[in-house]
Nanobody, 127 residues
Framework: QVQLVESGGGLVQAGGSLRLSCAAS????????MGWFRQAPGKEREFVAA????????RYADSVKDRFTISRDNAENTMYLQMNSLKPEDTAVYYC????????????????????WGQGTQVTVYS
């Protein structure tokens, strides 16, 4: 069993930045694509960003493109989401996710294909 633990959420004013981290309990990074999803109150969980096991392939939701950056440090078993220019509509619980697969897994990552989920971290953006 793999545990994913998110951190870095919080309260921030619109236009500000936050950096989320996701730490894995064991070394899965060599064979798993990693991603971030979010769920706002009353809405379904949605895809935010994904990164391949090598870090060579990334994909973003249109709503966060050019504002968010996903990255990973395989030596530290940690993934990051740098969130800049935050908007109130970014308010949600952010979940870390892992899906077993090759280099192109990040291009197709979706809710139904995830192998492991984290518990989530709250991000609140106020105007």
């Amino acid at each position: 069993q793999v545990q994913l633990v998110e951190s870095g959420g919080g309260l921030v004013q619109a236009g500000g930045s936050l950096r989320l981290s996701c730490a894995a309990s064991r070394n899965i990074f060599s064979s798993y694509a990693m991603g971030w999803f979010r769920q706002a109150p009353g809405k379904e969980r949605e895809f935010v960003a994904a990164i391949s096991w090598s870090g060579g392939t990334t994909r973003y939701a249109d709503s966060v493109k050019d504002r968010f950056t996903i990255s990973r440090d395989n030596a530290e078993n940690t993934m990051y989401l740098q969130m800049n220019s935050l908007k109130p509509e970014d308010t949600a619980v952010y979940y870390c996710a892992a899906e077993h697969g090759g280099e192109y897994t990040a291009q197709y990552m979706g809710i139904t294909s995830i192998d492991y989920w984290g518990q989530g971290t709250q991000v609140t953006v106020y105007s």
